[in-house]
């Protein structure tokens, strides 16, 4: 086979080769020789062998070791905490069981019945009882309380009550918290009434029963005289405030009954009396008591400021009150008709 011979470094190239393979000069000039290549086939390159580790020391092996003998080592506590809320909802908790198993315990409780009051100072008691006494626990309506019959009151010329004692189940009611007393035309002769309320708070409803005011003096005892008898007493507490004596009840009623006297002539005979200017009562006060006392009712606002103008006027009291009451309205003798006594 023929080759190239580079002339600059004697490198060998192939016969069509150009420029050498090594210095890339051209070989135009290149000598050609006869050269018996040889292939050598390129052997497999082996992997250079490690370099031997250093001896190590082999530490000595050591004793088993049980499991039971290893000791580990302790976690490091966690601090104690406290949960607040937790421990205060805990808390409320007990708090509210208690008062729950509280109520429970003294709600179940029944009440002791209370013995009613004594009389005092020897007036008149009357106890009432419940109708129902088999309930366990009162009824909230006193309507259901019956009361016996009260014994006559004797006339004082002063208020009368009764130191009533109320008991609903055995259980006593007390006056102002429980139940409220009211009453109606408790100071003349005749029949008073009295009147019984629950609070609302306990016990709710109401009732009534009366008893009688009597003087031992049989014309102002006479039940077809109570009218005449409330008119004369109230007209003695308007005009001279004070209740009438037994004596003065007994002459004033006779004499209206009687027809010796009109409704108007006692008017005058009581408010235009010594006793009564004797009280110096205004000219406002004045009318104020005759219209309570002769009228039965308080003076209106108009009427009071006209009638009180004419007096400022210079009209007298006893031609005021003789004009009201034979004022063509007729108010003054309604109420007489009313009362069964002659007017005017």
């Given at each position: 086979m023929r080759n190239k011979i580079c002339t600059e470094c004697n490198t060998i190239n192939g016969e069509r080769a150009t420029y050498c393979r090594k210095c890339n000069a051209s070989l135009d000039g290149a000598v050609l020789k006869e050269i018996e290549v040889q292939v050598i086939k390129e052997q497999p390159k082996t992997p250079p062998k490690p370099a031997p580790r250093p001896a190590q020391r082999v530490a000595p092996r050591a004793a088993s070791v049980k499991r039971e003998d290893i000791i580990l080592p302790k976690r490091p506590a966690k601090p104690d905490v406290i949960y607040w809320?937790?421990?205060?909802?805990?808390?409320?908790?007990?708090?509210?069981l208690a008062l729950v198993f509280t109520f429970v315990i003294t709600s179940g409780k029944d009440d002791e019945p209370a013995a009613p009051a004594p009389a005092q100072g020897g007036a008149v008691t009357t106890t009432a009882t419940a109708a129902a006494e088999t309930e366990a626990e009162p009824a909230s309506d006193i309507s259901e309380i019956t009361i016996g019959d009260i014994a006559d009151q004797m006339y004082t010329g002063d208020f009368i009550t009764i130191p009533f004692s109320l008991t609903y189940n055995g259980v006593e009611l007390e006056e102002g918290t429980d139940y409220t007393i009211t009453y109606e035309n408790n100071i003349s002769v005749g029949t008073a009434d009295v009147y019984f309320e629950g609070t609302g708070e306990s016990y709710t409803g109401s009732f009534s029963t009366s008893f009688n005011i009597i003087s031992g003096d049989p014309v102002v005892d006479d039940p077809a005289n109570f009218l005449t008898v409330n008119f004369v007493t109230r007209l003695s507490w308007t005009m001279l405030g004070r209740s009438p004596s037994i004596e003065e009840l007994s002459d004033r009623v006779g004499r209206l009954?009687?027809?010796?006297?009109?409704?108007?002539?006692?008017?005058?005979?009581?408010?235009?009396?010594?006793?009564?200017?004797?009280?110096?009562?205004?000219?406002?006060?004045?009318?104020?008591?005759?219209?309570q006392g002769a009228l039965g009712r308080p003076a209106d606002d108009e009427g009071l400021a006209y009638n009180t103008s004419l007096l400022a006027g210079g009209m007298s009291r006893e031609d005021l009150i003789n004009g009201i009451m034979s004022a063509p309205d007729g108010e003054f003798t309604a109420v007489c008709e009313e009362i069964g006594i002659e007017p005017l």
């Amino acid at each position: 086979m023929r080759n190239k011979i580079c002339t600059e470094c004697n490198t060998i190239n192939g016969e069509r080769a150009t420029y050498c393979r090594k210095c890339n000069a051209s070989l135009d000039g290149a000598v050609l020789k006869e050269i018996e290549v040889q292939v050598i086939k390129e052997q497999p390159k082996t992997p250079p062998k490690p370099a031997p580790r250093p001896a190590q020391r082999v530490a000595p092996r050591a004793a088993s070791v049980k499991r039971e003998d290893i000791i580990l080592p302790k976690r490091p506590a966690k601090p104690d905490v406290i949960y607040w809320p937790f421990v205060v909802s805990l808390i409320l908790m007990f708090l509210c069981l208690a008062l729950v198993f509280t109520f429970v315990i003294t709600s179940g409780k029944d009440d002791e019945p209370a013995a009613p009051a004594p009389a005092q100072g020897g007036a008149v008691t009357t106890t009432a009882t419940a109708a129902a006494e088999t309930e366990a626990e009162p009824a909230s309506d006193i309507s259901e309380i019956t009361i016996g019959d009260i014994a006559d009151q004797m006339y004082t010329g002063d208020f009368i009550t009764i130191p009533f004692s109320l008991t609903y189940n055995g259980v006593e009611l007390e006056e102002g918290t429980d139940y409220t007393i009211t009453y109606e035309n408790n100071i003349s002769v005749g029949t008073a009434d009295v009147y019984f309320e629950g609070t609302g708070e306990s016990y709710t409803g109401s009732f009534s029963t009366s008893f009688n005011i009597i003087s031992g003096d049989p014309v102002v005892d006479d039940p077809a005289n109570f009218l005449t008898v409330n008119f004369v007493t109230r007209l003695s507490w308007t005009m001279l405030g004070r209740s009438p004596s037994i004596e003065e009840l007994s002459d004033r009623v006779g004499r209206l009954v009687n027809g010796e006297i009109t409704g108007a002539g006692m008017v005058d005979e009581i408010a235009l009396s010594d006793e009564c200017s004797a009280r110096g009562l205004s000219d406002a006060d004045f009318i104020g008591a005759f219209y309570q006392g002769a009228l039965g009712r308080p003076a209106d606002d108009e009427g009071l400021a006209y009638n009180t103008s004419l007096l400022a006027g210079g009209m007298s009291r006893e031609d005021l009150i003789n004009g009201i009451m034979s004022a063509p309205d007729g108010e003054f003798t309604a109420v007489c008709e009313e009362i069964g006594i002659e007017p005017l």
